[in-house]
């Protein structure tokens, strides 16, 4: 049988479909990563990124108005991940992820470490530096501040596209089977959760035209996730 295409391919390793430009998604990988070192589990415990991209789902750009008004509301739950509104030109705002996705895709040939955490520095350029990683240049000097990619090796590989296959794949896998939103979480034994822990209702308009109200928000499903995910890599191993 051939195994669910959304789930980790070891025990050791989380799935996080998500979008880079989601403040949901920013949201879950902080702390994904910050309950990953509380509870010691660095170097025993992989995040494999994979890609929901919006703009493809909805066929246009995430529009900068929603972004926007998100920022204080979601942020406000974990202001440590790092955010501010956007504070340049509206023509220097990106208007496509597909290539900072790429590169975490990308990224994996080198490691799993290096793709997360060319994935955390590209979130923190976007959300809290103002950054558009949508360009190559600022994709690898993201890369570069990571101390964990090697930038050569990323540049040959968005130079002839290589990981370019692997972002339409996920989208598809996204679009055709059970992965509900960025973000959606995926543990080797079938557990999944979509947007962890937030319940989120949108007032006087849909994104970007009302705003979003955090009807619910409980961290310790994180704490919940990176143990069971623990204790899989203990029975798998016994």
Known sequence: MNRDPRLPDSPDTIVVF?????????LAVYRLHEARRRLGLEGRLWFDHRCFPLELFNRTVNERPGVDSEVSVVGALDPGAGWRLWQGPDWTYPVTMLPPLEAVQAAKAQSLHAS?????ALRRAFWAEGRCI??????LDVAASTGAVDVGALAEALDDGRARRAVMDQFETARHGRVDCSPHVFLYDGTDVANPGVRARWVNGDFGVGFPVIEADDPTVYTDLLARAA????ETAA
């Open 231 to 234: 204790e899989l890599i203990c």
């Open 18 to 26: 998500s979008d880079l430009n989601c403040s949901f998604a920013h």
């Open 116 to 120: 997360e955490q060319l994935d955390l």
């Open 134 to 139: 949508s360009l190559r240049h600022e994709i």
